[in-house]
Every structure is written in structure tokens, then in C-alpha cells.
């Protein structure tokens, strides 16, 4: 009785085990919900989801070459893109938008492309009909051909300081790839171009390391660089066998630095070839007329608002030789008179005598 008690004990363990993630699946998983499977050019549907991630900024578009849980073949290039709308997932996870029904350029099987911009990630293709639109069977998965893309490619990356100033500007592909064909593709080698206005795109192999099973999908990210100084509209190519897989505009801005560097130096280049043209001209200027030289003493300078002395006068002696006889008498103090003979009433005869 024990025995059974502990194998039923054990059975009951696994089955919760094994029931636990597949919930914790679906309940992470998001949703989407349409109000109609089907319309006509023109009309109109509403898409609703749950389970998204508050805030995200979702994309809602009408593809077509698309399958629920595979994808759509060619990515945004098979959905009509000037008829999207955009969502944004409330404070509960839901959302609710309406949606015209538009014509893909790719014909059916159709479907409604929910793809996460900022926030999440996720992406949810539900099947919808377009009355009217053609359909065709959808291209073979075979040979290198087998890789689809299942979600809409990205670029991810920042330009730095540097690219302000001329800098090649570097970004990455991101886009989720699933091979539909029966066999694995090991380090599978794509070609990413990058073309401008009227200008055909220059591709170069870029080889992704890892390996795609059959029935799988990987994240695949592809560097792409442009030529320094490049700015303006730029589209971003991947192909894969031949065939572009991947088509993502890329905007540049004006390096303004380099505008500001030939601003600086159209101002610094012409000041400093004046200021050296001057320096030569002073340089070779022959000199002007000597002033006349002043005659007098030999170092002694003219002070203005004093008249120069005359040419002929001599110049005073530097010392005044003693007084003569015919010189007017100098006061001196009256008890010390050097020049003078003691006379008989002073103390000093008086204390001799």
C-alpha cells in the first residue's frame, strides 16, 4: 500500500513537472485576435492582443507570401507598408487597433504581421484572407533557398562623436531567419549591399557562424559599414542565394563637423597668409630718410618743450673747482669756518694762551 502510494506520489510530480513550463509558455506567450478572417479592399478590421509587454510600440501590417508560425517569406518587402498602423500595449498588456485592408504586392496566403518596435521583440502573423487578391503557392524550399525570413529586419547600433567629423557610420542587420528545408545549413554566407538614390548597391560577403536546423530559426546579425563622410538616404540589402532577402532604409545625417572644420579653416588659412605677407613686406621695404643727428652732448636726448643748446658751447665741467677770490662769499655755519685762520677771541687761542 505504501509502494503504491510513493508511485502514485512520484507519477503526480512528473505530470505537474512536465504541465508547468508548457503554461508558463502559453501564458508568456503573446497573442493577437482579428474581428473578421476575412475583407475586401477598402474595409476595415480590428486587431486585438494580449499578453504583450506594457508600453511596447507594435507594427500591424497586411503581408502577403506569409504563414502563422513560419513567417513571412521576403519580410516587410511582401506587406503593404503604407497602409500600417501602429499600436502601443497599454498598462495591462492589451492592445486594440483598427486596421484598413490594404493589398499586399506579394499575392496570398495572406497574413496580419504584429512585429514588436520598441519594448519587445515578438512577433505574431495570424491568417487573414483578402477578397479579390491572387493567390499562389509559396516558393519552394530547397537548396540555399531554404532559409525565409520570419520577422522584420532591423538596424541596430549608434553613430559615435566621431562620425559627426567624417567617420564611416556602422550598423547591424537583425533580422530572425527559419530554414524550411530539409536539411541543416552550417555557417550560411549572405551579401550586404548598401545603395544611394539612382546608384546600384555594392555587395560583400559577410559569413554568419553557427548552424540552422531543419524546422529552426536563428537571430541572425550582419554588420554593415558605409564610406567615410557618407550622409543622406541610404537602403540596406541582404541577399541570400541569389535572391534579396532583406531591404532596410537606412538614414545618415550631415557630418557637421567636417562643415565646421573648412568653416574654421577658410577664417585661420587667410589670416595667417596676412599676417605672414606682412611680415615680407617688412621685411624687403627699403628704409626711409635718416633724421639729422643732434649736435651736443655725445648720449644726452632731447627733452621736449626744452631748447637744444648751441653747437658752439662747451660743455660744463662734471666737478665745480673751489671757490677764488673773485667768487661771491658762500654762507657757511658760524661756528666752523674751514677756509678762515682762527682769530684771538675764539675759545680755542683764548685756552692755548
Not at 49 to 73: D, E, F, H, R
Not at 318 to 333: C, M, Q, R, Y
Request: glycine content about 14%; overall charge positive.
Amino acid at each position: 500500500m505504501t509502494y503504491l502510494r510513493t508511485a502514485a506520489g512520484a507519477l503526480l510530480a512528473a505530470l505537474l513537472l512536465a504541465l508547468l513550463p508548457a503554461t508558463a509558455d502559453a501564458a508568456e506567450r503573446p497573442g493577437v485576435a482579428l474581428s473578421q478572417s476575412q475583407g475586401g479592399k477598402g474595409g476595415e478590421i480590428t486587431v486585438s492582443g494580449s499578453g504583450w509587454k506594457p508600453g511596447a510600440l507594435l507594427m500591424l501590417l497586411v503581408c502577403g507570401q506569409g504563414t502563422p508560425g513560419k513567417g513571412v517569406i521576403g519580410g516587410t518587402n511582401s506587406c503593404a507598408n503604407t497602409d500600417g498602423r501602429a499600436a502601443t500595449v497599454d498598462a495591462k498588456g492589451a492592445f486594440s487597433q483598427k486596421l484598413p485592408v490594404a493589398e499586399p504586392p506579394k499575392p496570398c496566403p495572406c497574413v496580419v504581421h504584429v512585429a514588436g518596435v520598441t519594448g519587445q521583440q515578438d512577433v505574431v502573423d495570424v491568417a487573414f484572407t483578402v477578397a479579390g487578391h491572387p493567390t499562389a503557392p509559396l516558393p519552394e524550399s530547397s537548396g540555399p533557398g531554404a532559409l525565409r525570413v520570419l520577422t522584420s529586419a532591423r538596424l541596430e547600433g549608434s553613430s559615435g562623436i566621431l562620425v559627426r567629423f567624417g567617420a564611416p557610420a556602422r550598423r547591424e542587420v537583425v533580422v530572425t531567419l527559419g530554414n524550411l528545408g530539409q536539411a541543416a545549413i552550417k555557417d550560411p554566407v549572405f551579401e550586404v549591399g548598401t545603395s544611394h538614390g539612382v546608384f546600384a548597391a555594392q555587395y560583400e560577403e559577410r559569413q554568419w557562424r553557427g548552424t540552422i536546423e531543419p524546422g529552426r530559426k536563428a537571430l541572425v546579425k550582419l554588420p554593415v559599414e558605409l564610406t567615410p563622410g557618407a550622409h543622406g538616404d541610404y537602403q540596406v540589402s541582404v541577399r541570400y542565394g541569389g535572391q534579396v532577402i532583406v531591404e532596410q532604409p537606412w538614414g545618415v545625417g550631415r557630418p557637421w563637423g567636417v562643415t565646421l572644420f573648412w568653416l574654421l579653416l577658410a577664417v585661420v588659412v587667410p589670416a595667417a597668409l596676412f599676417r605672414i605677407g606682412m611680415a615680407v613686406v617688412d621685411r624687403v621695404r627699403p628704409p626711409g630718410p635718416r633724421r639729422p643727428r643732434r649736435s651736443g652732448r655725445a648720449g644726452q636726448s632731447h627733452r621736449p618743450g626744452r631748447p637744444p643748446r648751441a653747437a658752439g658751447r662747451e660743455a660744463r665741467p662734471a666737478s665745480v673747482p673751489a671757490a677764488t677770490a673773485g667768487d661771491e662769499p658762500t654762507a657757511v655755519l658760524p661756528w666752523f669756518t674751514p677756509d678762515s685762520a682762527p682769530s684771538e677771541n675764539s675759545p680755542t687761542t683764548k685756552g692755548q694762551s
